[in-house]
């Protein structure tokens, strides 16, 4: 991997952290298009350098999270069930988990669930905040969000769909998703620097500050973005376009 792979990298993390498309399978299959080995390196780079867009989120909602401690205890609540998934299952998960294949296959699938519940939304109309959900919906949330664990099911796309059977609006369950990201890749980067920063060389420290600030920046206009766009419309787009990416890497790798 070089400089100009660590930024392209860093550009697609941004842009889909927060999108229900999978930033995780994204990573994987520019990788792959890359031509970049899915070493243990490359799976620690494209782990850490969420992070960076996860800082965007703190940024852009610095004054609600030092001021909301209700909002805290409802995302700390959210965070433990895939906190409890992603530490019982961290080595499946790495080394079994991070291949092109079960990506693509992951993002139709997904594709095809958005569609079908943004129909059965479409009737029940959920409109409930953050602040009105109640412990168990956050629960409920985390729950949904540890199902992610699998590449390509998209974190985003799982706590935003939890939180709209929680009885959130889609842009309230948007927001939630945003500020669940915090607690859930810290923990994420932490432990897996933990676990292998110590093999990290000086010149792949340089690479991942690299895709972390180019994520940072990118993940500032996607989340701006994003939530101009669910405030008007529904996720049906993206579910579509999971499935005709999932279709075009099926016959690409």
């Known amino acids: 991997m070089g400089i100009v792979d660590a930024i392209i990298l860093g550009i697609v993390?941004?842009?889909?952290?927060?999108l229900p498309i999978?930033?995780?399978?994204?990573?994987i299959l520019a990788s792959t298009l890359l031509s970049i080995k899915q070493t243990?390196?490359?799976k620690t780079?494209?782990?850490?350098?969420?992070?960076?867009?996860?800082?965007?989120?703190?940024f852009l909602y610095f004054d609600r999270l030092k001021r909301d401690f209700e909002m805290w205890k409802r995302v700390i609540f959210a965070f433990i069930p895939t906190g409890i998934v992603g530490f019982v299952l961290y080595k499946i998960?790495?080394?079994?988990?991070?291949?092109?294949?079960?990506?693509?296959?992951?993002?139709?699938?997904?594709?095809?669930?958005?569609?079908?519940l943004e129909v059965y939304f479409k009737k029940k109309k959920p409109s409930g905040k953050?602040?009105?959900?109640?412990?168990?919906?956050?629960?409920?949330?985390?729950?949904?969000?540890?199902?992610?664990s699998i590449p390509g099911t998209s974190r985003s796309a799982s706590s935003i769909i939890g939180g709209m059977f929680a009885g959130l609006?889609?842009?309230?369950?948007?927001?939630?998703?945003?500020?669940?990201?915090?607690?859930?890749?810290?923990?994420?980067?932490?432990?897996?620097?933990y676990k292998s920063g110590l093999h990290i060389t000086p010149s792949q420290w340089h690479l991942i500050a690299i895709g972390f600030v180019v994520s940072f920046f990118s993940a500032l206009i996607a989340v701006k973005g994003f939530i101009g766009f669910v405030s008007k419309y529904t996720l049906i787009s993206f579910g579509i376009y999971r499935i005709i990416i999932a279709a075009v890497f099926f016959m690409i790798i």
């Not at 494209?46 to 989120?57: C, D």
């Open 13 to 18: 993390e941004g842009l889909t952290e927060f």
């Open 45 to 58: 780079f494209e782990i850490v350098i969420q992070l960076g867009a996860i800082l965007s989120v703190v």
């Open 130 to 148: 953050i602040d009105q959900m109640g412990y168990k919906g956050a629960v409920l949330v985390g729950l949904f969000q540890s199902l992610a």
């Open 93 to 116: 998960i790495k080394h079994y988990f991070f291949n092109p294949h079960l990506v693509v296959y992951s993002l139709f699938v997904g594709g095809v669930l958005i569609i079908l």
């Open 169 to 193: 609006s889609r842009k309230e369950a948007v927001e939630f998703s945003f500020l669940l990201a915090i607690p859930t890749m810290l923990a994420a980067t932490g432990y897996d620097v």
């Open 22 to 27: 999978s930033s995780t399978g994204h990573l």
């Open 40 to 42: 243990d390196f490359v």
